[in-house]
C-alpha cells in the first residue's frame, strides 16, 4: 500500500498562482554583515531581530526562488514590532541579490537598489505591523529566475533617507515572507 501512496504523490504537480508564498525566513535563519547588523533578543520566548532606531542595520537572508515561481512580480511582507514605542513610523528597505551560476562575484555584494516602504507602530506594544514592500520583475529584483539562489537584504533605514522614520526605540524584525505578486 505505501508503494502506491508514494506513487500517488510524485504524479502530483504543484502550480503556485500569484499572491502564493515562495519562502519565508525567520530570524534563525539570519545571516549577518561584518558592521552595523541587527541583533538577537527574545520577546516572550520569540526569537527577533532588532533593529536600531539611530543607525541604519542590516540582515541577510540566502534562499532559492522555487521553480514553480511564474515570472512575476515579488512581494515581501516583514511582520515587525516596535520593542517599547507605541507610536511613529519605521522605514524599511529591502533589496535582492541574485546568485546565478557563473554569476556574480560572493566576494562582494552585488545586490540590486533597495526599494523601500514605511510601517507605522501598532499602538499597543507586542503587536505585529506589517509592512509590504513590491518588486516588479526584472531589474528590481535583479532579474532572479526561478530555481536560482539569492540573498535579501533588509535594513532599517534609521536615518530615513529612503522616507520617514521617526519611531524610537528598536523595530523588533519577526519573519519576512516573500509572495509571488
Not at 44 to 53: I, Q, R, S, T
Not at 94 to 123: M, P, V, Y
Request: one cysteine or more; proline letters at 2%.
Amino acid at each position: 500500500m505505501i508503494p502506491f501512496v508514494l506513487e500517488r504523490a510524485k504524479s502530483r504537480r504543484v502550480v503556485y498562482a500569484s499572491g502564493q508564498t515562495l519562502c519565508v525566513f525567520t530570524p534563525a535563519h539570519a545571516e549577518f554583515p561584518s558592521s552595523n547588523f541587527g541583533t538577537f533578543d527574545t520577546r516572550n520566548g520569540h526569537l527577533v531581530l532588532e533593529f536600531d532606531a539611530s543607525t541604519d542595520e542590516k540582515i541577510y537572508f540566502t534562499g532559492v526562488l522555487p521553480r514553480n515561481y511564474s515570472g512575476g512580480g515579488l512581494t515581501l511582507i516583514i511582520g515587525w514590532m516596535a520593542d517599547t514605542a507605541t507610536s511613529g513610523s519605521c522605514r524599511w528597505q529591502a533589496g535582492i541579490e541574485r546568485l546565478a551560476d557563473a554569476g556574480s562575484d560572493l566576494d562582494a555584494d552585488d545586490f540590486a537598489s533597495s526599494n523601500s516602504a514605511g510601517g507605522t507602530a501598532n499602538g499597543t506594544s507586542g503587536k505585529l505591523t506589517y509592512t509590504t514592500i513590491a518588486f516588479t520583475s526584472g531589474a528590481q529584483m535583479d532579474s532572479l529566475a526561478a530555481g536560482e539562489a539569492f540573498r535579501l537584504s533588509i535594513n532599517r533605514d534609521a536615518d530615513g533617507t529612503s522616507g520617514t522614520d521617526d519611531m524610537t526605540g528598536d523595530a523588533q524584525l519577526v519573519f519576512a515572507e516573500i509572495k509571488e505578486t
